[in-house]
């Protein structure tokens, strides 16, 4: 199949997947914000990303090795099996260390909610690991339906727990524990996972090969978390968790924008690591990454364009401030989206350490911003130190990668984009509605004209859509 269309496949299929739970999520927002106090919800969230950051330390990224290693030994059952009992085996092992050392921290320090966070974790981190088996060994459909399982048990049961019973932080976190669970137990029921982890399987030599890969991503993933997750914990200790739930309100949007990246995401590193010898793979890279660019920067824009409009309607009154921190959140996503595609070229040529480099001083840079300027400005310390971070490392990856490819970026189409993006803006901070409504349909006009080429395919009827589904060629 043409690398393009391949690409588009994947994307596709996964997309369906993600679309869905997102919207069923977003729909979840004016529930979250009327059944929890602004000091409710900033604490769930910061447990949430507290899961994140114990997940990455004690597991490594064990399950980014996994879907790595597959992609490479795919229809080889025996190896697969090895990097597949290998790496659960150590999974294994660290929840039970784990566990062990929350319990003796529990009898050292009162922690609200520590065994609801644990068991959180757990399951955070079984549901990746069956889901990056779906990925390297190629079922996206199994991945896109496990996902979907995962989200949509944890959105029906966020409105039992929640609205019928009652139950508050622990309702929403015994959701969140149960919808993982199910994702997982699909996949590992479907994939028939359980015949690839024997303990006869476990290989030392594939776990260290495995670890070997997976242990630099852990400051990467540490630097993400900081730059994501810092400003909230900072944000919580210098104004309180009251401030913090409006930050996760103003991210909510931001957020669900970068998940649409995230599903390409999945496909583009598959295809990456696929096509990374191709004699074309320069150019095949440069198309792809203009293109997202050119999508993701029109998407932002119009994220913004209409917030005016629909921010009312879905926020409950409580959370107004955080309208003001949303344009800019937007444009660090932006960011986030392009450096991502480098990111990616990083992966197939197996160059972790260089993305911890990259991403460990752009964490920094973070940080430091925040810290000075918290008591200066407030919640827009938050909002432009992510800002600052994030655009800082989208250019040192790009000038970095020059000494591996030669990787072209439509500087044109970009600076146009910021242009817009501008101007918009300018008309959503004027509370002006007709300014509003002029900034609403100049986004329009520029998002269509900039992807018209994505247009055109989509005019000329479902049959482009099946083509790329079957993977045939006009």
């Known amino acids: ?181 199910l994702g997982a137990i699909y996949v590992f029921i479907i994939l028939r996972v359980y015949q690839l982890c024997s303990i006869k399987q476990i290989n030392r030599r594939a776990l260290k090969k495995c670890l070997d890969y997976s242990i630099p991503l852990v400051p990467n993933a540490l630097s993400w978390w900081i730059m994501s997750v810092s400003d909230r914990t900072i944000v919580s200790f210098f104004l309180g968790t009251a401030s913090n739930g409006l930050l996760t309100v103003a991210n909510k949007f931001p957020s669900a924008y970068s998940a649409f990246y995230t599903v390409f995401n999945l496909s583009w590193t598959e295809s990456a690591s696929l096509h990374l010898n191709d004699e074309d793979h320069e150019e095949f890279f440069s198309s792809v990454i203009s293109k997202v660019c050119r999508l993701f920067s029109a998407l932002a824009i119009g994220i913004i364009a209409v917030m005016p409009f629909i921010f009312n309607i879905i926020v409950n009154k409580k959370f107004f401030d955080s309208y003001y921190q949303i344009p800019i959140y937007m444009l660090s996503s932006l960011f986030q989206v392009i450096q991502g595609m480098y990111s990616v070229i990083y992966v197939a040529l197996k160059k972790t350490k260089e993305i911890a480099k990259t991403t460990v001083v752009a964490a920094i840079i973070n940080l430091t911003i925040n810290i000075v300027l918290i008591k200066y400005i407030g919640l827009y310390a938050a ?84 083509n790329i589904l079957t993977g045939k060629t006009q």
Not at 439 to 451: D, E, G, P, R, W
């Open 383 to 466: 909002s432009l130190s992510t800002l600052i971070s994030y655009a800082f490392i989208t250019v040192w990856r790009y000038l970095d990668l020059k000494k591996y490819m030669n990787i072209h970026f439509d500087y044109k189409a970009f600076i146009s984009a910021l242009g817009v993006y501008i101007c918009i803006s300018i008309g959503y901070y004027s509370m002006n509605v007709k300014l509003q409504l002029i900034m609403l349909v100049l986004a329009i006009v520029y998002s269509a004209y900039s992807n018209r080429d994505i247009l055109l395919m989509l005019l000329n009827g479902p049959q482009n859509i099946k």
């Open 1 to 181: 199949m043409d690398k393009k269309k391949e690409l588009a496949k994947n994307t596709v299929i996964i997309t369906v997947g993600k679309i869905c739970t997102q919207f069923m999520s977003f729909l979840l927002l004016p529930l979250y914000t009327s059944v929890l106090t602004t000091g409710e919800y900033g604490t769930v969230d910061l447990l949430m990303t507290y899961q994140q950051l114990i997940g990455y330390i004690v597991f490594f990224q064990i399950e980014q090795a996994i879907f790595r290693f597959l992609i490479e030994v795919r229809g080889d059952k025996k190896k697969s099996a090895e990097i597949v009992a290998s790496c659960s085996f150590f999974a294994i092992i660290q929840m039970i260390v784990l566990g062990i050392g929350l319990y003796i921290i529990s009898h050292i320090f009162t922690i609200k909610y520590i065994w609801y966070l644990f068991f959180y974790i757990i399951a955070a981190i079984l549901s990746g690991l069956m889901l990056q088996v779906a990925r390297g060994i190629g079922n996206n459909m199994v991945y896109t339906i496990g996902s979907f399982i995962s989200a949509i048990g944890a959105i029906l049961l966020n409105i039992l727990f929640l609205v019928v019973l009652g139950w508050g932080i622990r309702g929403m976190l015994l959701a969140y524990i149960i919808g993982n669970l």
